[in-house]
């Protein structure tokens, strides 16, 4: 099996596995605060035929006072243990936009100890565009599970590990912001937060990840992307971006072009840009 086929499966595949008992499928759907648009509300109005709704900001951290930060093993595993996941349960996590928050999902459960999960290829749009079928409402009551979560430290990086990467040299700090943000020249869409970016770090917009249909881009259009950023295969390295939810994105390409152990800094710049005591550069 190829990395690709190993995290990414496309609507057909699904389409045949929608009545497997073992297949239980996911809408990670979120949006940006200036979009107004709400997930869960959505995923009422259409989802795939038996999918559940994964809550990032409720099966979250909510102590911490950032945006969905990852969230404790034991309510992580009362969450997912209640929508019918067990240890063996193969799971399949997509979105409305095709490919934004997916991979936020995806990356929860590997945190979690999980590698049983996958990313639809281009989420809901193109099961959309494909004329596939929809439900309404909220999901059946599942059978619940046992989830014995098992967190994968080595996927997760804190501030003080980001501080310290900054200035060691065997690693890559890559930020998914769009480029105006990451230079400075645009605000960021939550208050109180300084603009720019982390010293040295490179930016990989991830937009450019992604085709003009709501699908991942090839193999060498991912590398490629990474390249024409000077971020290489041979150091490992740290995602960030606004709130941890994009950093995923680029965690995700990285394992599909054999990377799979890149980190996601899950405060990002919502808690790196709030402190007047970190570094903070401006420009390209």
């Known amino acids: 099996m190829t990395d690709r086929a190993r995290w ?4 057909a595949w699904l389409a045949e596995r929608l009545e497997d008992p073992d297949v239980v499928v996911l809408d990670g759907s979120w949006h940006l605060p ?28 909510t102590s911490s006072g950032l945006p969905h930060m990852l969230p404790p093993p034991g309510l992580f595993a009362e969450r997912v243990g209640a929508m ?3 240890n063996a349960t193969r799971v399949v996590v997509y979105d409305t936009k095709g490919l934004f928050s997916a991979p936020r999902v995806w990356w929860t459960f590997r945190a979690m100890g999980h590698d049983n999960v996958v990313v639809l290829d281009g989420g809901l749009r193109k099961w959309r565009a494909e004329g596939r079928t929809l439900e309404q409402g909220f999901p059946g009551v599942a059978e619940p ?23 060691d040299a065997q ?8 480029a105006g943000r990451f230079a400075g020249r645009d605000p960021e869409p939550r208050p109180g937060l300084a603009a720019g970016h982390m010293p040295g770090a490179r930016n990989v917009p991830f937009t450019e ?11 060498t259009g991912l590398q490629a992307a990474f390249a024409a950023a000077g971020v290489t295969d041979e150091r490992p390295l740290i995602a960030t971006c606004g709130s941890g939810m994009t ?5 995700f ?30 420009g390209t």
Request: no cysteine.
């Open 8 to 11: 990414l499966v496309d609507t």
């Open 34 to 61: 200036p979009e107004q648009r709400d997930g869960a509300m959505e995923f009422l109005d259409a989802h795939i035929p038996g999918a559940n709704f994964f809550n990032v900001d409720t099966i979250a951290d």
């Open 84 to 86: 019918g996941i067990g």
């Open 145 to 167: 599970k046992l989830f014995v979560p098992r967190p994968v430290l080595e996927l997760i990086s804190s501030r003080a590990e980001v501080l310290a990467a900054l200035g």
């Open 171 to 178: 690693w890559q700090i890559v930020d998914a912001r769009p």
């Open 209 to 219: 990840l992604i085709n003009a249909d709501g699908t991942i881009k090839d193999q």
């Open 247 to 251: 950093a995923a994105m680029l965690v």
């Open 253 to 282: 390409a990285r394992a599909l072009t054999g990377d799979a152990d890149a980190r996601v800094y899950d405060g990002a710049w919502a808690e790196w840009g709030q402190d007047a005591n970190l570094p903070v550069a401006t």
